[in-house]
């Protein structure tokens, strides 16, 4: 791209390291950031860090907090960074200056927006939307012996027994140097039907529910014995 706006972002291939130095003047007056239905790579705007509640979110004229528009099914509750040094994505709570981030998106016109005046709002305590309230709540950790590869399904109080934004983390695009031959491990819901894709980190149904099954899936380049832990 011979141009940058802000609140995209891009990916940055480099043969060796470099000092990356822009002009420009700070947004005083906030910054709006437009999604798309499905998978965004969004650069935070603004040149502080703060708590992703920084963020408003806009949907057919109306302005919502982070976590209202996550429970009304506007937005995931999940953004990812990426660690280039091992090809790894990871869950964030803050957003930091010059970063890009994964965010799914469920719903057409929506937008973000980023503006000074609401970073000390957004210090407020994070909503806890996995707290045990009630001992019927549990999730369980699935790892991947020798792979940086984990899952976690459970039941809760919060949860449908469908797709829920704010406790169902898709997993992210693969990266430019992503292989064929990495082993993988998510959660199977293509009956979803989601723009995002039908792989799942986490996945959390009722309470209610007497007996629910999950399909964990393992892709890997060769065959041969895989062991889980939990």
């Given at each position: ?23 420009g ?25 703060s708590?992703k ?7 057919e ?23 280039s ?39 407020l ?6 707290a ?10 699935i ?17 449908t ?5 704010h406790?169902?983390k ?6 430019p ?32 529910e ?21």
């Amino acid at each position: 791209s011979d141009s940058l706006s802000p609140g995209e972002g891009i990916w940055v291939g480099a043969y060796q390291g470099f000092n990356w130095a822009m002009d420009g003047s700070v947004p005083l007056d906030g910054i709006e950031v437009p999604l798309i239905d499905g998978w965004n790579m969004m650069g935070y705007p603004l040149w502080s860090p703060s708590d992703k509640a920084v963020a408003l979110v806009i949907w057919e004229g109306e302005t919502y907090s982070w976590y209202d528009a996550v429970n009304m099914g506007l937005i995931s509750s999940t953004i990812y960074d990426y660690n280039s040094s091992n090809d790894y994505y990871f869950d964030v709570n803050d957003f930091e200056a010059w970063h890009g981030y994964w965010l799914a998106c469920y719903q057409e016109g929506v937008s973000l927006w980023f503006d000074y005046a609401n970073i000390p709002a957004s210090m407020l305590n994070r909503q806890d939307l996995f707290a045990r309230s009630s001992n019927e709540n549990w999730d369980l950790e699935i790892t991947l012996v020798g792979a940086r590869q984990s899952v976690s399904i459970g039941m809760s109080e919060f949860a449908t027994d469908g797709f829920d934004t704010h406790m169902d983390k898709p997993v992210p695009p693969n990266s430019p140097v992503s292989s064929n031959d990495k082993t993988r491990m998510w959660i199977s819901h293509p009956e979803w039907e989601l723009r995002t894709g039908d792989k799942f980190i986490t996945s959390y149904t009722n309470t209610s529910e007497d007996e629910y099954g999950w399909d964990v899936v393992i892709d890997r380049p060769t065959e041969g014995k895989a062991t889980l832990d939990w």
